[in-house]
């Protein structure tokens, strides 16, 4: 795939911008050092409104740029590169395309052009993402629903004005029909949120629902036709969530080549040992990869392709897979300082741990690959 | 309609016209390849006929300009006449060493009398032709060759031996490395193209692992060469090297398309019943599917000449490694079965053949370790690499 003019634009717009303001320093290490309880700054959120950024997937008509997966790949792919917290991934991809063509969108897309408004995505119930495993339950009552269960890993929680619930309206754990999915305000009453640090200083919230009770218009979609706009979503999330991982990994070696460039041991550049140059060369082989495998996903989700499903589970298993490669050589080829916390190396190495976990991790996603394969 | 669209649908019928039923079928067995030349044995009518088609139309060889014996189609044609061939499952025409090594460098660096000379007779696959570059003395250090071009004034004289050489006895010409001054490694290279019938060449087949002999010894001894088949300048031979070494490489990454994924496993070779087995074809097939994306956005990028020289060198390693672990997991897959060298079960050994044969893709071309080598110093940057 060769991008095309535009699409080049916006991704050299967010490199330039995200490596001024997104950076290490000035973003993820500061809000980390300052206990900041959201884990990211709304004034980065702002600056990205004010470059179209919050609104690239909202429709045109709506106040967006109305642009694709792969205009959402190109920027995620930079804000890996920086670890960039931000709520981009879970409000401006996942949630608004959840809510495309909803009342609920018309609701929540201007706050969110704005970067006023965050939004997070409740799907998880357990340590591993299955989302046929939905088992959170929403009875009908009154004009509306009420809704009870958990849910963790919900990212930027604590923090989102609107969190999109996945529920159970009928049917069992295991099955896709009869899930629904509701947009549910932060103040709804009986929602308990706890506030949880992860490893890579993000947060993540853990819900507890009982009996909260949302109004029929906070549907998303159908009732019990949830899995549709989920799994479009999900898809989108993927793949963001695996080009974020590129980003990462490319950022983690670009850090690491930089080193072995510069360290000396045994009076010579450990560059030019060579057992640490193929190891670096297959690192880079390996992002290549995965990037082409991410923007392919993009490219087959832009297209309405049937094939984008089991693209996007292909990039992020294997996405998941080199970033984690990548982080642990750039942590292994750094030697003793890798580990330390005033090094830079080793955010990448949490921040990888987390993205490969959010919406399932490289097994998950294989198998998924299988099954859709077979 | 589009130009693209309506050239697709002339594609389309002019293929379902021209391209025989028996060309649509999957290939057996590397021998089931259209290799043409001057004494090839066709295997049946249908081969011969299809070779012969495309060769006239200049679709061997689509993106070559029509004055060479080429298609002069734009790379979005090319890709469209691709998809169009697949999605028939028609083979290829024609498999060349012409066409996916010696072509491009000609291309490149012939003169003028030299493109008009070969390259018509490469698209329609009547030479054969053979690469000369490897020697006993000198493999990865290719530039350590030693075989001997020296000036007659009327015409050269070469003496040496190469080794390694792929079809050296089906094959009407040989391009080769020779040394034409020993005054500097690199410098003193020239690439020189001639007649495998000439006086004084000599070829011995070389009996691999796999059990097939597609190798061999090749020998010269006092063989007289005409002035005028150097390709580029004399002792600048290693430019012109290095330049078809990256379009092998290009095509050898290939091999990691091969067909692919679990879905073919466990087609030709029952169900997967081992979990731990299943596991690895899962992640297996997430490793073909991305380097499929892989070598496609690489095409892209090589056609509108974004590619970066050394990226043949990263897709030549991903593309065998993923080709060996490929054949690793139909031999696992087949169990016992796969194991039968010579029986029905294992198609004929054509599974463990061939799992024999993929261990030469990280090394036929340049090795792995060359080709990290080379993505290290070259795009990477990294030091003293
Ligand atoms: C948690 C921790 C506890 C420690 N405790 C102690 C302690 O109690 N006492 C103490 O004295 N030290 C201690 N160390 C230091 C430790 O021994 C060094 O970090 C280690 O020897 C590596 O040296 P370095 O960090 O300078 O890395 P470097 O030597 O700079 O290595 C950087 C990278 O280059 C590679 N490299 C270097 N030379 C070569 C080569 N010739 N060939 C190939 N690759 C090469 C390395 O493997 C590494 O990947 C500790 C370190 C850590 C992280
Ligand atoms: C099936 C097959 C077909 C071939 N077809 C042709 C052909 O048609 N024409 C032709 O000219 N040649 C051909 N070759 C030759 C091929 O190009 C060489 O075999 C290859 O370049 C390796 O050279 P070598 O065999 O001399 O190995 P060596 O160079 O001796 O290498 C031995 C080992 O050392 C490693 N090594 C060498 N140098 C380095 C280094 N600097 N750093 C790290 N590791 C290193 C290698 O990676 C390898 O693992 C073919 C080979 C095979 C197996």
């Known amino acids: ?374 | 309609m589009t130009d693209l669209e309506s050239f697709r649908a002339e594609t389309r019928s002019w293929l379902e016209a021209n391209c025989p039923a028996e060309m649509r079928t999957p290939m057996r067995s590397e021998d089931d390849a259209c290799w043409g030349g001057r004494n090839f044995q066709f295997q049946s009518e249908a081969q011969e006929q299809w070779l012969r088609v495309m060769g006239e139309k200049g679709w061997t060889v689509p993106d070559w300009p029509a004055a060479y014996g080429g298609g002069g189609l734009s790379p979005a044609e090319t890709k469209v006449l691709r998809e169009e061939m697949k999605a028939i499952g028609a083979r290829n025409p024609l498999s060349s060493f012409g066409i996916s090594m010696l072509g491009p460098a000609l291309l490149k660096y012939g003169t003028e009398e030299q493109k008009t000379r070969f390259l018509p007779e490469i698209a329609r696959g009547e030479i054969r032709w053979c690469q000369g570059y490897s020697e006993p003395g000198a493999g990865s250090d290719l530039a350590g060759l030693q075989t001997r071009c020296e000036d007659k004034g009327d015409h050269w004289l070469v003496n040496g031996q190469k080794v390694w050489t792929s079809y050296a006895d089906k094959a009407d010409w040989i391009f080769c490395l020779v040394r034409t001054s020993t005054e500097s490694k690199h410098g003193g290279i020239s690439f020189l193209l001639f007649d495998m019938e000439s006086e004084g060449v000599s070829t011995k087949p070389i009996l691999l692992i796999s059990g097939y002999s597609p190798f061999c010894e090749t020998f010269f001894d006092d063989v007289k060469v005409p002035k005028d088949q150097i390709v580029g300048e004399v002792n600048k031979g290693w430019d012109v090297a290095k330049y078809l070494l990256g379009h092998e490489r290009e095509m050898i990454s290939g091999m990691g398309l091969g067909s692919g994924s679990s879905r073919t496993l466990a087609a030709s070779l029952g169900e997967i019943d081992d979990p731990v087995l299943a596991a690895e074809v899962a992640l297996f097939d997430v490793d073909a599917i991305a380097f499929a994306a892989m070598s496609e956005h690489f095409i892209d990028q090589l056609k509108a000449g974004e590619a970066h020289p050394a990226m043949p060198s990263m897709m030549k390693y991903a593309g065998t490694e993923l080709n060996k672990k490929r054949h690793e997991l139909i031999m696992a897959a087949g169990g016992s079965d796969a194991l039968e060298w010579d029986s029905e079960r294992s198609r004929g050994g054509k599974a463990p053949r061939e799992w024999l044969r993929t261990k030469a893709n990280s090394i036929e071309g340049g090795t792995s370790e060359v080709q990290l080598g080379i993505v290290a110093k070259h795009i990477l940057r990294l030091p003293g690499a």
């Open chain 1, 1 to 374: 795939m060769i991008l095309t003019d535009d699409q080049r634009q916006i991704a050299d717009m967010a490199k330039s911008f995200l490596a001024e303001e997104g950076t290490i320093a000035k973003q993820l290490r500061h809000w980390r050092d300052i206990g900041c309880k959201d884990g990211f700054g709304h004034d980065l959120w702002k600056q990205m409104a004010e470059l179209g950024l919050t609104g690239l997937a909202v429709p045109e008509a709506e106040g967006g740029l109305g642009l694709g997966a792969t205009e959402a790949a190109l920027v995620m792919e930079e804000v890996g590169r920086n670890l960039t917290p931000s709520p981009f991934l879970t409000t401006a991809l996942v949630a608004v395309e959840a809510m495309k063509g909803t009342e609920q969108g018309k609701h929540w897309f201007p706050g969110i052009v704005a970067g006023e408004t965050v939004a997070a995505i409740a799907v998880d119930e357990g340590p591993h993402h299955r989302p046929r495993q939905i088992a959170l339950r929403a009875e009908r009552s009154g004009n509306g629903f009420a809704l009870s269960g958990t849910k963790q890993f919900v990212v930027h929680g604590a923090s989102a004005d609107v969190i999109l619930v996945a529920a159970r309206t009928s049917g069992s754990a295991g099955e896709s029909d009869g899930l629904t999915l509701f947009a549910v305000p932060r103040e709804a009453a009986g929602m308990t949120v706890e506030n949880v640090a992860l490893t890579d200083s993000s947060k993540a919230a853990r819900l507890t629902f009982d009996k909260v009770a949302v109004d029929a218009d906070a549907v998303i979609g159908e009732v019990d036709g949830g899995w549709e706009p989920l799994r479009r979503a999900m898809r989108l999330g993927r793949t963001g969530a695996a080009a974020e991982m590129v980003g990462a990994a490319g950022g983690a070696m670009t850090m690491t080549v930089d080193y072995l460039r510069q360290r000396k041991q045994f009076g010579k550049l450990i560059g030019e040992f060579q057992v640490l140059q193929h190891r670096a060369a297959h690192l880079f082989g390996e992002i290549e990869i995965a990037r082409a495998a991410t923007l392919k996903a993009a490219e087959l989700l832009d297209k309405g392709d049937d094939k984008a499903g089991i693209m996007s589970h292909v990039a992020k298993a294997k996405a998941g897979r080199v970033a984690t490669l990548a982080v642990q050589e750039g942590v292994q080829m750094h030697g003793g300082i890798g580990m330390t916390d005033e090094h830079d190396i080793g955010f990448y190495m949490k921040r990888a741990k987390v993205l490969d976990s959010l919406f399932g991790d490289s097994s998950y996603h294989a198998r998924m690959v299988q099954v859709m394969g077979a």
